[in-house]
């Protein structure tokens, strides 16, 4: 198993809908989780952080948490072609020294 | 704006050839990354810095070295590049909150290095 395992995509939503986006990781200790959106041939930019179970909200992004279930999802409401790009889960794996491992990226499409 | 600089933007060398690539912060963090992407694939740790204290992972190769001769700037240092090493390379850093365990974890990330080796 993967220590952090995403969907690559493409996932392909049309402008206006929600773009749901899944992450599963290893470490049940993790205690940090992160959201990082790429765009080709960029770096990564930190979009979202989130440390307790539940939902966090900003602006069109919100994170969710499950624990126990080791899942963490980002919401993209309201999809924008701008938000093309691809979405890395990053938790902070306790078993890596907390140091950010980050799960292989799920490519998102938003078609006018 | 307090941010992550990273010099030069696209470096071509030749097989063999030592280079340098550089990174510096207004951020006054004091920890600061390596990291090498290749295409499609997720970002991979070479080695940080916690202040001086230098951290390796254990598979990075001993072809890559870095240098860190102050707060502000780090250097990697690549001594025989190989075709295999042409990847975009990370420059990332962070601001650990005392006693927080989690906290060297948000990180920010200079634009990258794009490194073509010939």
């Known amino acids: 198993q993967k220590e952090v395992e995403q969907n690559s995509g493409p996932l392909s939503v049309p402008e206006g809908a929600i773009a749901s986006l899944n992450c599963t990781y290893s470490?049940?200790?993790?205690?940090?989780f992160f959201w990082y959106r790429q765009y080709s041939g960029k770096s990564p930019e930190l979009i979202m952080s989130?440390?307790?179970?539940g939902d966090k909200e900003d602006g069109r992004f919100t994170a969710q948490l499950n624990k126990a279930s080791q899942y963490v999802s980002l919401l993209i409401r309201d999809s924008q072609p701008s938000d093309s790009a691809t979405y890395l889960c990053?938790?902070?794996?306790?078993?890596?020294?907390?140091?950010?491992?980050f799960g292989g990226g799920t490519r998102v499409l938003v078609k006018p | 704006d307090a941010m992550v600089i990273q010099n030069p933007r696209y470096q071509v060398t030749q097989f063999g050839k030592p280079v340098t690539l550089s990174c510096s912060q207004t951020?006054?963090?004091?920890?600061m990354y390596w990291y090498q992407q290749k295409s499609s694939q997720a970002p991979k740790l070479l080695f940080h810095?916690?202040?001086?204290?230098?951290?390796n992972e254990a598979d990075t190769p001993d072809n890559f070295q870095s240098r860190r001769p102050n707060t502000s700037f780090c250097f990697l240092d690549i001594r025989s590049p190989g075709l295999g090493d042409a990847a975009m390379y990370l420059c990332?850093?962070?601001?650990?909150?005392?006693?927080?365990?989690?906290?060297?974890?948000?990180?920010?990330f200079g634009p990258g290095t794009r490194l073509t080796v010939l």
């Open positions: 990332a850093t962070s601001s650990p909150l005392a006693g927080e365990s989690f906290a060297y974890n948000e990180q920010f």
């Open positions: 470490d049940r200790v993790s205690q940090s």
């Open positions: 989130i440390y307790s179970n």
């Open positions: 990053a938790p902070g794996l306790v078993a890596a020294g907390n140091k950010l491992t």
């Open positions: 951020l006054n963090h004091n920890v």
């Open positions: 810095y916690y202040d001086k204290d230098f951290n």
